[in-house]
């Protein structure tokens, strides 16, 4: 008899194990990653983020803090790719890839960042030393609230919305 009970409980432990996990395979991540891709011209340009949500807090100087570089979506930091050399808001950036940073600034003018190093987690081990382009962004006010990160590639650059926020970048 306590064989038997022994038996019984460990495959209901192991049903209870299994039921948790597919439970946890079936809840959708906090920040789903997302990728933007298009053409500018002649080059493929390729955006890879985690995309993450308002859910009523504050963004902009609370969750995201002003003047420090942030990875410019969630999780990993965000990486940029081009298939050709381009000019990002007038100055060259060489086809490659890299990870794509933002500076907020309560100002409004913004600095985007392309680092070479393109594989990290978050900024946390970010560099300014390996920046290979650094250019200031004008950002606009959204209509109405973005509620996920959205990055959007059009024939005049990209354009990063998230709450009350856009942050468009020439590029040619």
Known sequence: ??????????????????????AQEAKKPASPAATATGKIKDANITIAYASPSVK??????????????????ANEATTFETSKDITVQGKKLPAGKYSFFLVPKESGTWTAV????????????????KDALRVDVKTKALPATQETLV??????????DWDKISVPVEIK
């Open 1 to 22: 008899m306590k064989t038997m009970i022994k038996t019984v409980a460990v495959v209901l432990a192991t049903m209870t194990v299994s039921v948790n996990a597919f």
């Open 151 to 160: 990055y959007k590639i059009n024939n005049n650059g990209f354009t990063m």
């Open 56 to 73: 009523d807090r504050k963004i902009w100087g609370d969750l995201v803090a002003y003047d420090k570089v942030w990875r410019a979506g």
């Open 114 to 129: 392309f680092n070479k190093e393109s594989k990290q987690w978050g900024a946390y081990k970010y560099e300014e030393s």
